[in-house]
Each structure stands twice: as structure tokens, then as C-alpha cells.
């Protein structure tokens, strides 16, 4: 496996100003590869000020151009400098009622541009309390397969984070990430996927604290970093520790 990527989630936060006094505290760090996903209208801002440090958005329209008021295509996000984008993140799928078909076909078209689709997946806390993880990621993966098919999958990063984690300051526990991020290997292991270089990230409440026991647990090679990304010195701690 490659380096463990670590992946800031600015969500809709941030101004001109803060921006740049967010931007310009982090620094690239040997042996991590580092990434920040920004509101469309700052990607050009962060790009002059990123040095060493991937860029990516948050989401992506399934479609290449055309009568589509408000989406903003991967091609765009190509040209403004993004590496990565967010696909299927628990927000757009609850809030914005995006189906497990619209997130396959997002990190398709992703993939077709050179994006690198970061897929996000996980379970509420319902699921978990009814024992259905693994059915429920399972679901929400074999949309993006039977769109993108194994060999693009191969070249997606996987994302897990549970609903549940997020923005809540609950973390997963290491058992929980480790047991389930071995689950998402096996899945795609059986779905004929090369699943050994398929980065797959943990997100939920990761803060500097609980960072180094996540990444060393089995089968997490980085995560997917929301409010403590938008703190410099946080997300910097959490990058060290990956
Ligand atoms: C996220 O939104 O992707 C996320 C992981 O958020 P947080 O770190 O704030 O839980």
C-alpha cells in the first residue's frame, strides 16, 4: 500500500479570509499524502496556495455538461487543479436524497475524467443497532461496481464513515473501524476488485487525540477529516499521525 492519505473536508465553511489564513499554516509532510476538499468557489485560491498538498471538491455532477442549472462537472474540477473528490458523502445522501445509482454514477464520471473518487459509505446508527453494517456498505459499494465495474473501482479510495461518527465527537472504536474496514477489503476481494491498493479511509470525529490509534488499526490507510480539518493546527497534528 502507498502512502496512508489523509483528506480535509471544509464542507460549506470558509471566507476569502479565513481561507487563507487556513491555507497558509499547512505545510506538505514527508511520508503522507495530504488533501484538502474545498467549497467550488475557493478551489482556485486554495490551488495557488497548496504546495505539496493534493487538491479536491466535495461533489461532482454525474453529467459532462448540458441543461443542468447548478451542477459543476468533473472536467471543471479537472481544470481548476482537483485530484480527488468526495462522492456519496452521508450529507448528500440524507440531505440532498442522493440514491446509492446517483453515487455510482457520480464517481464514474469522476473516474472518466482523471478524478480520483473518494466513495463514501457507512451506516446509521439504526443499522448498526440492527446488525446490517456490512449490508448496508455492501449495498451502497455494488451501486458504484455495477456502474464503474472492477478495474475503475480498484482505482477509487473507499471511505468509511459511519453516520453516526460524524460531526458528533463519537468516534468508532478501533474494533469497530478494523472489523469493518476488513469487511470492505473482503467485499471487494470477492467482487473481483484488486483490492489490495484500494486506499481505504476512515472519517468520523477524527481529531488529533484518537488519529494515531485509527490509522494504526489494520486496513485503515488514512482518513477522511471534517471539523478538525478546518483548524490548521489540527489537521496538521492528525496528518503527523498518519
Ligand atoms: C466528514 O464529514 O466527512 C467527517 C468525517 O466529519 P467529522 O470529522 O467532523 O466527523
Known sequence: ?????????????????????????????????????????????????????????QDVSEYASGAFTGEVSAAMLVEFGCRYVIVGHSERRALFAESDAVVGRKALAAQASGLVPIVCVGETLAEREAGQVMDVVGRQLAAVLEVAGADA??????????????????????????????????????????????????GGSVKPDNAAELFAV????GGLIGGASLVAEDFMAICRSA
Do not use: F
Open 1 to 57: 500500500m502507498s502512502k496512508k492519505l489523509v483528506a480535509g473536508n471544509w464542507k460549506l465553511n470558509g471566507s476569502l479570509g479565513a481561507n487563507e489564513r487556513l491555507l497558509s499554516a499547512l505545510a506538505a509532510l514527508p511520508g503522507v499524502e495530504m488533501a484538502v476538499c474545498v467549497p467550488y468557489p475557493y478551489l482556485a485560491q486554495a490551488k495557488s496556495a497548496l504546495q505539496g498538498i493534493a487538491l479536491g471538491a
Open 153 to 202: 473501482m480498484a482505482r477509487m479510495v473507499v471511505a468509511y464513515e459511519p453516520v453516526w461518527a460524524i460531526g458528533t465527537g463519537l468516534s468508532a472504536t478501533a474494533a469497530q473501524v478494523g472489523e469493518v474496514h476488513g469487511g470492505l477489503r473482503s467485499w471487494l476481494r470477492t467482487h473481483d476488485v484488486d483490492a489490495d491498493g484500494v486506499r481505504i479511509l476512515y
Open 218 to 221: 489494520n486496513d485503515v490507510d
